[in-house]
Each structure stands twice: as C-alpha cells, then as structure tokens.
C-alpha cells in the first residue's frame, strides 16, 4: 500500500485522543490534547496538528496516511460540521472537516462518538463479517451506531440513531441532559446506574455496602464491586438496569432486524451481572420472529485504543465519501 496508515480521532468534552492506525489494526502510536482548554477552534486546530504531525512524521510523512477519522459529539457526516455539542466549548455550527482539510492537505471524514464506534466494530471487532447490527455505548450516557446492510445509518441530516434518547420510562421519568424526561440513558448509563444506586438508598431501608459510602459519590464501579460481594442491592440495581435495556434492545429489534447487539462501554466490565437480565429481558419482549435470533455480544475492541480505532475506521472510507 502507497498510504498503508490513517489517523484516528476521538473528540471528548476534556480531551482529544488521536493515533495512527495500520491495515491490520494495531496502534502504531497515540497522543492527546487538552479539548476544554481551547475556547477558539483555530487554535484548537493549531494543537492538533502541532501534536499530530509528530506521530505522522515518524511513519514517513503525510504522503503515507491515507485519511484521518474523527470521532466527535454532534459530528455530522453528511456535512462535516460538528453541530451544538453540549459537551463541547464551540456551542455553533463548527465547520470541522473544512478546518483540518485546509491544515493537513488530505481527506477527512467526521461522524459521531458512538457511529464511528460502530465503524470500529465492524472493521476490527466483533462485527467483522456483520451486514446488520446494533452498537449501544454504555458510558456516562448511552450512544448508538445502527448499521444496515453494511452501512452505518444516518438519515436525512445525519443525525440518526440515538437510541439514547428514546423513552423509556414515560410516567416520572428521570429528567436528562437533553431536555426531555424519561430517556434511555438517564437508566441504562453508568450515571444511571449510580441514579439508581442513591434513589434504592434513599427509599429504602435495606441494608447494603453501599451505605458504607457518601451517597453523592456512588459510582458504578462502586455498585459492581459491591454486588460480586454478594450485596442484594448492588444484584437488584444491575436486574433493574438490565430489564430496562434488555426492553428497549427488543424494540429496537423490532426496528432494524439487526444479527447482533454489540454492547460497548465501562459498564459491560459487570459482565453477566448486567448481560444476563439484558439478555432475558430482551429475549421476553421480542416478538417470536426474533426469539433466539439475536446475538447479544460485547465488544472485542480494546477499551484503551478503542476510541482511535473507531475513528480511524472511518479513515480508510474517506476518499470514498461523496462530499
């Protein structure tokens, strides 16, 4: 290969993780940059290439990189602007492929956190072969890549699958950072997990590990490590959880007739903890049609390079992109 690397590129709310990635997958090499430090998007962009120009210098110059990937919040990959991300310091419309292409003189291409993690599944993990899946981010919310004969969906603006922010609890839902209430992620998220946590603690007088911690402070981490200690309440807020996601994981089926759900995130580290009521949940609410169809399985990218690779995915398309 003439261009045997691409960059990959996750944009967070505090940091921006970026990498070189080979055909094979591996990580040649990865930095980061500061995000939340950077008011002006200019000099943003001078960071990054500052940093990133380092890493593609020591692989042979730009003339070996094929294209960069990029990971963003509100990334839209029909028009390359990154659009009112909540999370990020630039609340316009940011014009964020214009910007880097005139910088680095070769092809990018943008598209969400959670649709470039399904771009790494399927190019380097567990999807590998899949035409049809279902990628659900378990994080500080609940992101989703829907893909659909070999191709990730985005709609008719781009802004398609976030099953994050589909209802799941209508009657008192939880309020969520998007302004509506009962949404998907404010239960199923390791934020909700911990929601869950304090709510069970607060209305109830069991007894738990959990009381042995500042109530405000809970974590999920926190709920896992006391639930494989045997505690009763950390096992009923993983059962809870899980029927929730389980239920909404089968109408989403209903939706797409994915072969798998490919679950991603610090959350899956519970294991059968959470898969397990996930699983039967799901099972229980699917239609016939479906019963002992769907693959629920987790993701095989790993976690510590799992951001990059999902961007640089998308690095080997992007010639390919109809801009």
């Not at 210098?57 to 963003?72: E, F, T």
């Not at 990020?88 to 959670?114: G, H, S």
């Not at 603690?201 to 809970?218: A, H, M, Q, Y």
């Not at 045997?230 to 072969?259: H, M, N, Q, R, W």
Request: hydrophobic content about 40%; charged content about 25%.
């Amino acid at each position: 290969m003439d261009k045997p690397y691409v960059v990959g590129m996750d944009i967070g709310g505090t940091n921006t993780v970026f990498g070189i990635v080979d055909a094979r997958g591996q990580v040649i090499s990865k930095g980061a940059i500061k995000t939340d430090t950077h008011a002006d998007i200019n000099l943003y962009i001078d960071d990054i290439y500052n940093e990133l120009i380092k890493l593609i210098d020591a692989v042979g110059g730009i003339s070996k990189i094929r294209g960069i990937g990029v990971g963003a919040p509100n990334g839209n990959y029909y028009t390359g602007n990154i659009e009112f991300a909540a999370n990020l310091r630039w609340k316009d419309v940011i014009p964020f492929v214009e910007l880097m292409e005139k910088k680095f003189n070769i092809p990018v291409a943008l598209t969400n956190d959670a649709n470039a993690a399904a771009f790494g599944e399927m190019t380097y993990g567990a999807a590998r072969g899949m035409k049809n899946f279902i990628m659900i981010t378990l994080g500080t919310g609940v992101g989703s890549g829907i893909v659909v004969d070999g191709k990730v969906l985005y709609g008719h603006d781009g802004f398609a699958g976030e099953l994050g922010h589909t209802t799941s609890v209508r009657n008192n839902g939880r309020i969520c950072g998007c302004g509506r209430t009962g949404c998907l992620e404010t239960y199923t998220s390791a934020t909700g997990v911990a929601r869950t946590a304090r709510e069970i603690l607060e209305t109830s007088d069991k007894d738990s590990l959990l009381r042995n911690l500042p109530i405000d402070s809970i974590t999920s981490k926190d709920v896992y490590e006391a639930a494989i200690q045997g505690d009763e309440v950390a096992k009923e807020i993983f059962e809870y959880t899980g029927k929730i996601l389980g239920e909404a994981l089968a109408d989403f089926v209903a939706f797409s007739s994915p072969e798998a759900i490919i679950l991603f995130g610090g959350l899956t580290k519970a294991g059968k903890l959470i898969t397990d009521p996930i699983i039967n949940n799901m099972e229980k609410n699917l239609m016939k049609i479906w019963q002992g169809k769907i693959k629920v399985l987790v993701s095989e990218l790993k976690e510590s390079d799992a951001a990059v690779l999902g961007a640089s995915a998308l690095g080997w398309e992007v010639e390919d992109i109809d801009k």
